[in-house]
């Protein structure tokens, strides 16, 4: 990969992890794991779980900066034992986050998936990126100092890489922690999830989301509600809304929604073959994200009576409320949802040309429209 090229555990055009100093809205999880350290219950493998986007990778490197610059707490010494430190923030000049942001720390170990023999990035993280700890763990044993694994995300592990990482947390080296990303933990073992202590991250409030947002040096819209509704709190989701112009595709698809269901087939046909353009695969998969998104606000507007808020578009709140203005509407637009979810991602599965599958779930959503009248 090249320099330029966002790193498996990296958002795209958002800064790295590792080079990300404050963590926004997640006080209560490095709460959680300051109080486990302080009273010595520091557990040897943690399960950083939560949607995608909300700062779980920020906290296992946030995390590991602490644990490798905080010096043991000895026995009370002349001047007694020091006073416990009350947060995982550490000093951005002080030598162990010097050698992290280098990525040139000794006691750390950072798995992702990994480059195959042709150069490509693989799909999972398999045996061999878990395997390398082996060697980790004898370098970096004699200096007696802490060690640190982060794995992000561990929902990618392959079964075989799994079960070597399993047998690490049910015999973990001395002095190791750890640190396993998840966005999924329903995805992996059971006997990995109960040798982890869990730290829950929450979606992120408006003013938080707000100062993450500014922290990545994201190009903010002039409508942070729009982008506020759609990225339901994960900075990681805001970043690629941003990016990929995925609020204008959204409010594309609510303006065509508001010609149904007499639907303008030239403004649908023209998002369709937006989504066909040689490299608009990123945008593409952010369309089909998008209509899930329009779909499930259709079937919450009907189910309580409201549509949500703030709106995600002009005209949202208009549109869903005439488009599904009842329970049974809702019940309408949620079978339909189901129903253009799975026939989108099977047409991606085959292949098929992403123009006409986006012509296809435009056309299903036009006929639910026409039945609702």
């Known amino acids: ?45 943690w399960l950083l779980t939560g949607p995608r986007g909300v700062g779980k990778a920020t906290l296992a490197w946030r995390i590991a900066r602490f644990l490798l610059a905080t010096p043991p707490v000895e026995e009370d010494g002349l001047f007694g034992a020091p006073p416990p430190p009350e947060t995982l923030a550490i000093d951005p ?17 950072a798995i992702t998936r990994s480059v195959n023999d042709q150069g490509r990035l ?18 970096s044993s004699a200096d007696g100092g802490r ?6 995300s561990a929902d990618e592990m392959n079964v075989s890489a799994a079960n070597a990482l399993l047998k690490m947390l049910e015999e973990p080296p001395a002095r190791t922690t750890l640190l396993l990303v998840s966005h999924q933990p329903s995805r992996l073992l059971p006997t990995i999830r109960s040798r982890c202590r869990t730290l829950r991250l929450s979606p992120l409030g408006p003013e938080d989301m707000q100062a993450a947002l500014v922290q990545t040096g994201a190009d903010l819209p002039a409508q942070t509600d729009h982008l506020a509704a759609l990225a339901a709190g994960s900075v990681g989701d805001a970043v690629r809304l941003i990016n ?40 593409f998969e952010l369309l089909l994200t998008l209509i899930d998104v329009v779909l499930s606000r259709l079937a919450l507007t009907g189910a309580t009576g409201a549509p949500p808020l703030p709106a995600a578009a002009p005209n949202e709140a208009e549109t869903l409320s005439r488009l599904s203005p009842s ?46 009248r």
């Open 1 to 45: 990969m090249s320099d330029d090229t966002p790193t498996p555990d990296q958002a795209p055009g958002a800064p790295h992890p590792r080079e990300t100093q404050q963590l926004f809205g997640q006080a209560a999880a490095e709460q959680a794991f300051l109080s486990a350290y302080t009273s010595d219950r520091l557990h040897h493998g």
């Open 93 to 109: 000049e002080h030598p162990v986050a010097h050698r992290i942001l280098a990525g040139a720390e000794p006691g750390l170990a």
């Open 122 to 139: 693989r799909n999972e993280i398999v045996v061999d990126d878990i395997r390398k700890l082996g060697k980790f763990f004898g370098l």
């Open 147 to 152: 060690r640190v694994v982060i794995v992000d």
């Open 244 to 283: 990929l112009g995925g609020l204008e595709i959204y409010a594309e698809l609510i303006a065509i929604l508001g010609t149904l269901p007499r639907m303008d087939r030239q403004r649908a046909l023209a998002l369709a073959e937006a989504a066909a353009q040689r490299g608009a695969a990123e945008r």
């Open 327 to 372: 329970p049974h509407q809702a019940r309408q637009w949620a079978e339909v949802a189901a129903t253009i979810t799975a026939r989108a991602r099977h047409g991606q599965a085959v292949n098929l040309d992403p123009a006409a599958l986006v012509l296809d779930t435009v056309f299903k959503i036009q006929e639910t429209a026409g039945q609702s």
